[in-house]
T-cell receptor, first 113, second 114 residues
Framework: AQSVAQPEDQVNVAEGNPLTVKCTYS??????LFWYVQYPNRGLQFLLK??????LVKGSYGFEAEFNKSQTSFHLKKPSALVSDSALYFC???????????FGRGTQLTVWP | EAEVAQSPRYKITEKSQAVAFWCDPI?????LYWYRQILGQGPELLVQ????????DSQLPKDRFSAERLKGVDSTLKIQPAELGDSAMYLC????????????FGQGTRLTVV
């Protein structure tokens, strides 16, 4: 069975500080991993993905994520948080060629000025 | 930039009534998904199409929900009859159809059943 866990419901950071949003996954076979962001009453926006290759992937708005196969993790990071980064973040995994995406419960990120 | 179009954005309906949502995926995307997102939770797949064929509807409550994608382009999701517990955001997404490409989401339809 495939699943995604986001262990923190909320992450609070001060503007200018680095941020990390955690994600662990369980999948049979090679994982395809994604991060999405959602603003209130909106759909999900794609941030970045890991398919293969370099374990550190860079995405939109200065976000990056590190794939760690031994820890089955794919944590989202940003060196310097902005107030405008405040939103709901979802990690997702796809493990089969059929392409079904499994989402975590989401982590609410709040960046205060 | 190409987008996934959904309508309506908001829908209020009485329980036991029928309701329908429409989705137009990004042109050329063979795979189309309908997800349901309950407040405070992550999206859960209801149905996945590859062209006009259903490839996964294991989580679709088939006694009241139906979905179609007749010509392999746009899609309709229907609920009949609606129940109070159906209140949620219904999200449509599309992708190029290969396992490693990201899905692009529409703005969603916020359904409230009263």
């Amino acid at each position: 069975a495939q699943s995604v866990a986001q262990p923190e419901d909320q992450v609070n950071v001060a503007e200018g500080n680095p941020l990390t949003v955690k994600c662990t996954y369980s999948v049979s076979g090679n994982p395809y991993l994604f991060w999405y962001v959602q603003y209130p009453n909106r759909g999900l926006q794609f941030l970045l993905k890991y398919i293969t290759g370099d374990n550190l992937v860079k995405g939109s708005y200065g976000f990056e994520a590190e794939f760690n196969k031994s820890q089955t993790s794919f944590h989202l990071k940003k060196p310097s948080a902005l107030v405008s980064d405040s939103a709901l973040y979802f990690c997702a995994v796809r493990g089969s060629t059929l392409g079904r995406l499994y989402f975590g419960r989401g982590t609410q990120l709040t960046v205060w000025p | 930039e190409a987008e996934v179009a959904q309508s309506p954005r908001y829908k209020i309906t009485e329980k036991s009534q029928a309701v329908a949502f429409w989705c137009d995926p990004i042109s050329g995307h063979a795979t189309l998904y309908w997800y349901r997102q309950i407040l405070g939770q992550g999206p859960e797949l209801l149905v996945q199409f590859q062209d006009e064929s259903v490839v996964d509807d294991s989580q679709l409550p088939k006694d009241r929900f139906s979905a179609e994608r007749l010509k392999g382009v746009d899609s309709t999701l229907k609920i009949q009859p609606a129940e109070l517990g159906d209140s949620a955001m219904y999200l449509c997404a599309s992708s190029g159809g290969h396992s490693n490409t990201e899905a692009f989401f529409g703005q969603g339809t916020r359904l409230t059943v009263v």
